[in-house]
């Protein structure tokens, strides 16, 4: 398992001078690897794209330095010129006008392929949700959330009070720490709605490998226990100290199976998905009834995507009303945050103490 919850690792001489060879290594390998993402023949604006994630990953690292300071940095300094040589967006002025154009980004999502640094292992997932918050100081009337014209809904924030915001969904595999998928839900959601479109209709199966996916008590939901078994999938949530145990044991730890399930399959197979399933349903209690003693623990690690996420590459407020134009930014910051994480735990580097480095320290250059 994929533990990012300790300090393990490079934890020393984390100066300036190393973090900046830690990121010509980390955009060096990402360089290989981002070219695959875009399927298909790629043209000159598909390569701007992937040099603009590139340039943006590497000032994320450095401190969030300015793009005018990255290229005067970019031209007097040869490794990184090795490291990220640029033929599209080579001066500011170029990357600029390309910027002014991430509106038109969600294109890219048809033909997006998420590579990764390390392959996966098990078939541990985790499922959580968090707000995403809206910064309201360009919008000059609030009634128009109030009337539902915007996605952007006002929204409870533990901590906070009320925010105006959107409710985003992840999906990670905690195997190798990748990305599986990113969504945006109202706050009206069922939450089985939610499990359904994240889980069942992306990793669901009903005849291939069983999974297992965890979540904290926000999911807590007898209809999902109740979709998971046909699809092979073992939900491990955490129980609401209020539930009554009886209930959940005759619903959770009941096989009730439609028959259309077992449809055009051959009694052998059919046999074999019964004892399948009774698997599922006895591990689906016990784990669930254990989540304090251990999955808590694992579910935990996703945290760090988000942390990352928001303390190096800067995933903060946003500035737009409708999903589809916020969705590439948190797709792509949590997609680079996941390979850094990655790349961290391959160089033997503490994602942790990097992450401190990155956010607290000002830019010397």
Not at 98 to 117: A, S, T
Not at 172 to 188: G, P, T
Request: glycine share 4%; with cysteine; proline share 2%.
């Amino acid at each position: 398992m994929f533990h990012t919850d300790s300090n393990k690792g490079i934890v020393d001489g984390y100066d300036n001078e190393f973090v900046l060879d830690l990121s010509i290594n980390f955009i060096s390998i990402l360089r290989s690897k981002l070219p695959l993402i875009i399927s298909g023949k790629k043209s000159q604006v598909d390569r701007e794209f992937i040099e603009f994630l590139l340039i943006e990953s590497f000032r994320s690292l450095l401190w969030n330095m300015p793009p005018q300071a990255f290229y005067l940095f970019y031209r007097s300094d040869m490794r990184i010129k090795e490291a990220l040589p640029l033929k599209y967006l080579n001066s500011y002025g170029v990357y600029n006008r390309f910027r002014q154009k991430r509106k038109n980004y969600r294109r890219y999502f048809d033909r997006f392929i998420k590579r990764n640094l390390l392959g996966k292992i098990d078939e541990m997932y985790a499922l959580d949700t968090f707000i995403l918050e809206v910064d309201l100081r360009k919008l000059k009337n609030a009634t128009k959330i109030k009337s539902g014209k915007f996605d952007v809904e006002f929204l409870y924030k533990p901590g906070e009070g009320t925010v105006a915001g959107v409710i985003c969904a992840v999906l990670v595999n905690l195997s190798n720490f990748s990305l599986v998928e990113v969504n945006f839900y109202s706050k009206h959601a069922k939450k089985v709605d939610i499990w359904e479109d994240m889980v069942l209709n992306t990793i669901g199966t009903k005849t291939g490998q069983i999974k297992t996916v965890i979540a904290d008590s926000g999911f807590f939901c007898y209809d999902i226990f109740k979709v998971s078994r046909e699809y092979r999938i073992i939900p491990v949530i955490k129980i609401r100290k209020n539930i009554n145990l009886d209930k959940f044991y005759k619903i959770a730890g009941t096989m009730q199976i439609k028959l259309e399930f077992f449809e055009n399959k051959s009694i052998k197979l059919a046999q074999v998905l019964i004892e399948d399933i009774r698997m599922i349903v006895a591990k689906t209690v016990e784990n669930s009834l254990n989540y304090d003693k251990g999955f808590a623990k694992i579910r935990s690690g996703i945290e760090m995507l988000f942390k990352v996420a928001k303390r190096v590459f800067k995933q903060n407020n946003v500035h737009v009303y409708y999903t589809d134009k916020m969705h590439y930014k948190i797709y792509f910051t949590l997609y680079i945050s996941s390979i850094l994480i990655q790349f961290c735990k391959e160089q033997n580097v503490s994602i942790n103490r990097l992450t401190e480095r990155v956010e607290n320290d000002i830019s010397i250059y």
